[in-house]
């Protein structure tokens, strides 16, 4: 699995310098082909061919007559292309997404568990900014509150 931040280079075919320590957990766990994509808040969305497979069969399993999954297909079907690794551990990037992620020079690679984000420096600082106030309530929600107030009832720690 995939976990970190890396500030990475893009150069000027648009392929962008993947940091060694991806690198490395590409290589032990065979992830050479990747599907790039847009991705949601301006981030590109990179999956490696099995999980890509995974969620093309979920989408198949939506009726194509939904109008609201026809325009999700659009956008994230419509854009999507096929990269491969070079020898040199880089990833070439399309031209239109790279515009949609709006970064030219530099980006910033994130794992994220099952798959990698690609954000420009200022799109990922800004997101980083509009979600600090959530981050607290979100980790309370997942980690926290419900699992603390349920062992404080069931403890006999509620009305003593």
């Not at 990037?93 to 949609?100: A, D, F, K, S, V």
């Not at 020079?105 to 954000?119: I, M």
Request: net charge negative; proline share 2%.
């Amino acid at each position: 699995m995939y976990y970190g931040e890396s500030h990475t280079s893009v150069d000027d075919k648009g392929r962008v310098n993947v940091p060694k320590e991806f690198r490395d957990i590409m290589e032990v766990l065979d992830h050479d082909t990747w599907f790039v994509t847009r991705g949601f808040d301006g981030a590109l969305f990179l999956f490696e061919k099995a999980r890509w497979a995974q969620l093309l069969q979920q989408a198949q399993a939506k009726s194509i007559l939904d109008p609201r999954m026809l325009d999700f297909r659009r956008m994230f079907l419509g854009s999507a292309t096929k990269v491969k690794r070079d020898n040199q551990g880089r990833l070439s990037i399309p031209q239109p997404l790279r515009e949609y992620a709006g970064f030219d020079r530099e980006a910033v690679l994130l794992g994220v568990e099952d798959h990698l984000e690609l954000w420009s420096k200022d799109g990922w600082r800004a997101f980083q900014a509009r979600q600090a106030d959530q981050y607290k309530a979100m980790a309370a929600e997942l980690f926290g509150a419900t699992n603390t107030q349920t062992a404080a009832t069931e403890g006999g720690l509620q009305g003593a």
